[in-house]
């Protein structure tokens, strides 16, 4: 198993940039796939950004050019530039794990981002 916790959401003005981090509890090398995830109010939880652990890295549309996802050791980032109102929501940290027991997801508390003037 695996916890998570995230950081770095706040609010932003249109245009700024903010950087999000996941901490894990073990090593990014064992989890074999991790994502960012945002849910605004009143809609679906969507995916940002994920990787697997073969070191495909995809990202949505609506963020491409703009999120960058990145790994260190044990945390996870995200860094936002050019970020808009759209982007408003709670973001998450997302683990998938794979043992011979079963498969497992992982889910972090979220952290709040707000783009506004």
């Known amino acids: 198993q695996v916890q998570l916790v995230e950081s770095g959401g706040g609010l932003v003005q249109p245009g700024g940039s903010l950087r999000l981090s996941c901490a894990a509890s073990?090593?990014?090398?064992?989890?074999?796939?991790m994502g960012w995830y945002r849910q605004a109010p009143g809609k679906q939880r969507e995916l940002v950004a994920a990787?697997?652990?073969?070191?495909n890295t995809d990202y949505a549309d609506f963020v491409k050019g703009r999120f960058t996802f990145s790994r260190g050791r044990n945390t996870v980032y995200l860094q936002m530039n050019s970020l808009k109102p759209e982007d408003t929501a709670v973001y998450y940290c997302h683990a998938y794990i794979v043992t011979t027991r079963g498969s497992y997801d992982y889910w972090g508390q979220g952290t709040q981002v707000t783009v506004s003037s």
């Open positions: 073990r090593s990014i090398s064992s989890i074999n796939a």
């Open positions: 990787f697997t652990s073969g070191g």
